[in-house]
């Protein structure tokens, strides 16, 4: 392959790797039933795209140029499109959130029984805390229960 097509190819890698990161934090924060904002991960991938359609226009590419037996189309954001549909069909990871969102319910549904009087105390200890405090907190109960459990 020339290198034209591979970096192509790499750079819309890169660019749908950077999508399906974003729509994994997403899914993320909609498990932990918080409202998903943008964030780091959604402005790497608008670079990411952005990186990708400018590589484009610079590579001039001619009217007949092929890439895994599809003619790319002259116009670039239309051109990152289909080359991002080339590296899904060929990496089948498809959309983060569609495909674990029956996990994320599965989650949620496994500990919907109601929260006892001594969580609720914990809880309610943990929401006054500030929220790195509360992080720290509750990494370091994941780590105990990782610990406990292996």
Same mark, same amino acid.
């Given at each position: 392959?020339?290198?034209?097509?591979?970096?192509?190819?790499? =750079?819309?890698?890169?660019?749908?790797?950077?999508? =399906?990161?974003?729509?994994?934090?997403?899914?993320?924060?909609?498990?932990?039933?918080?409202?998903?904002?943008?964030? &780091?991960?959604?402005?790497?991938?608008?670079?990411?795209?952005?990186? =990708?359609?400018?590589?484009?226009?610079?590579? &001039?590419?001619?009217? &007949?140029?092929?890439?895994?037996? *599809?003619?790319?189309?002259?116009?670039?954001?239309?051109?990152?499109?289909?080359?991002?549909? *080339?590296?899904?069909?060929?990496?089948?990871?498809?959309?983060?959130?569609?495909?674990?969102?029956?996990?994320?319910?599965?989650?949620?549904?496994?500990?919907?029984?109601?929260?006892?009087?001594?969580?609720?105390?914990?809880?309610?200890? /943990?929401?006054?805390?500030?929220?790195?405090?509360?992080?720290?907190?509750?990494? /370091?109960?994941?780590?105990?229960?990782?610990?406990?459990?292996?």
């Amino acid at each position: 392959m020339d290198p034209t097509r591979s970096i192509l190819l790499a =750079l819309a890698k890169h660019a749908e790797e950077a999508r =399906l990161r974003w729509n994994a934090e997403r899914a993320a924060l909609r498990a932990r039933g918080e409202t998903p904002a943008r964030s &780091d991960a959604y402005a790497y991938y608008v670079q990411a795209n952005l990186c =990708l359609i400018a590589a484009i226009g610079a590579a &001039d590419l001619p009217a &007949d140029f092929r890439i895994v037996d *599809i003619t790319l189309s002259r116009d670039p954001v239309a051109a990152a499109e289909q080359l991002r549909q *080339i590296v899904v069909a060929y990496d089948h990871s498809g959309p983060i959130e569609a495909a674990h969102e029956a996990a994320r319910l599965a989650y949620q549904a496994a500990f919907a029984e109601p929260v006892t009087e001594q969580e609720q105390q914990y809880v309610d200890m /943990l929401a006054d805390l500030p929220a790195p405090r509360r992080d720290k907190v509750v990494e /370091l109960a994941e780590e105990r229960a990782r610990h406990t459990t292996a």
